[in-house]
């Protein structure tokens, strides 16, 4: 129902940074929580992080990646420090509707709006 937009992404070297952005429409962006999922070719998609009444990471990105919101300017944030090779995919923004984390971990879902994705690609 909310519509997304993300953009941010390119090509960066190991150990470099990019901030993705995801422009909600709509009056209702504070309601909902968002995400980040990212998907590789060949791959299942998976998930990157949440906000919502928290904060949530997936192991592999703890430490490096940070999830924030700006309910001003509807738009919700993944600044991605220390970039692996092994971070490169599509990455997608989505918004469900719940506060605290589901029961037995957040998954796709658990969103029910998507972004197109933007790409992000890691060289070595």
């Known amino acids: 129902q909310v519509q997304l937009v993300e953009s941010g992404g390119g090509l960066v070297q190991a150990g470099g940074s990019l901030r993705l952005s995801c422009a909600a429409s709509?009056?209702?962006?504070?309601?909902?929580?968002m995400g980040w999922f990212r998907q590789s070719p060949g791959k299942e998609r998976e998930f990157v992080a949440a906000?919502?009444?928290?904060?949530y990471y997936a192991d592999s990105v703890k430490g490096r990646f940070t999830i924030s919101k700006d309910n001003a300017k509807n738009t919700v944030y993944l600044q991605m420090n220390r970039l692996k090779p092994e971070d490169t995919a599509v990455y997608y923004c989505?918004?469900?509707?719940?506060?605290?984390?589901?029961?037995?971990?957040?998954?796709?879902?658990?969103?029910?709006?998507w972004g197109q994705g933007t790409q992000v690609t890691v060289s070595s």
């Open positions: 709509g009056r209702t962006f504070s309601m909902y929580a």
């Open positions: 906000i919502a009444a928290s904060t």
């Open positions: 989505a918004a469900g509707y719940w506060t605290w984390q589901p029961a037995g971990g957040i998954k796709s879902a658990d969103f029910g709006s």
